[in-house]
């Protein structure tokens, strides 16, 4: 694991939430339904993301504690 990701970064998921929401809103604007649906995508890839840096953050702070 790289050292910049050795300890728990508890603002990445709401990061990674944020750049989500800003893949929804822009489906809202989408002109055509392909667009539309390739940011919904994105947004669920980093929903997923953000998931995922919770759930780690949440192990390395757990570990810290054993």
């Known amino acids: 694991m790289p050292v910049f990701q050795s300890f728990p970064d508890h603002g990445l998921s709401r990061r990674y939430h944020?750049?989500?929401?800003?893949?929804?809103?822009?489906?809202?604007?989408?002109t055509d339904?392909?667009?539309?649906?390739?940011?919904?995508?994105?947004?669920?890839?980093?929903?997923?993301?953000?998931?995922?840096?919770e759930k780690m953050a949440g192990q390395l702070a757990q570990d810290e504690f054993e």
């Open 18 to 30: 944020l750049k989500a929401v800003g893949c929804e809103q822009s489906a809202e604007q989408a």
């Open 33 to 53: 339904l392909v667009t539309e649906q390739q940011w919904h995508e994105l947004a669920t890839q980093w929903h997923a993301m953000a998931n995922g840096a």
